[in-house]
Nanobody, 121 residues
C-alpha cells in the first residue's frame, strides 16, 4: 500500500503560480512512478504530468500545461511536486496525485484525496 497526500492548492489570480506537493508513505516510494491528474467541474479527469521512478528521470506533460508546469521528485523525502506557473482560469480543478509501478499505466493504482486549485480571471 502507498498512501498519498496532496497539499498546496488554493486560490490564485491568472498569471500566478502555485506549487503542489504529494507526500507518500508506505511502500518504497522510489519503486513508483507518480502522476498528477486533474478534474474540473462537469469534466472528466485528465492527465497533467508524470515522472518516472528515479530522480532526474523522464517526465511527461499534457500539451495544455507543457512549458508552464514542472513535475519533480525527491525520493529521499518521498515527495513529488508540481510547480504551476502562468496559471489560467482553465487550470481550475481538483488536482490528484497518483502512483503506479508503470508510468504508462492506464489506471494508476494509488490515489490521493485531491487538492483544489482555483484560478481567478
Amino acid at each position: 500500500q502507498v498512501q498519498l497526500v496532496e497539499s498546496g492548492g488554493g486560490l490564485v489570480q491568472a498569471g500566478g503560480s502555485l506549487k503542489l506537493s504529494c507526500a507518500a508513505s508506505g511502500r518504497t516510494f522510489s519503486s513508483y512512478a507518480v502522476a498528477w491528474f486533474r478534474q474540473a467541474p462537469g469534466k472528466e479527469r485528465e492527465f497533467v504530468a508524470a515522472i518516472r521512478r528515479s530522480v532526474g528521470s523522464t517526465t511527461y506533460y499534457a500539451d495544455s500545461v507543457k512549458g508552464r508546469f514542472t513535475i519533480s521528485r525527491d525520493n529521499a523525502k518521498s515527495t513529488v511536486w508540481l510547480q504551476m506557473n502562468s496559471l489560467k482560469p482553465d487550470d481550475t480543478a481538483v488536482y490528484y496525485c497518483a502512483a503506479d509501478t508503470n508510468v504508462r499505466a492506464t489506471k494508476y493504482e494509488y490515489w490521493g484525496q485531491g487538492t483544489q486549485v482555483t484560478v481567478s480571471s
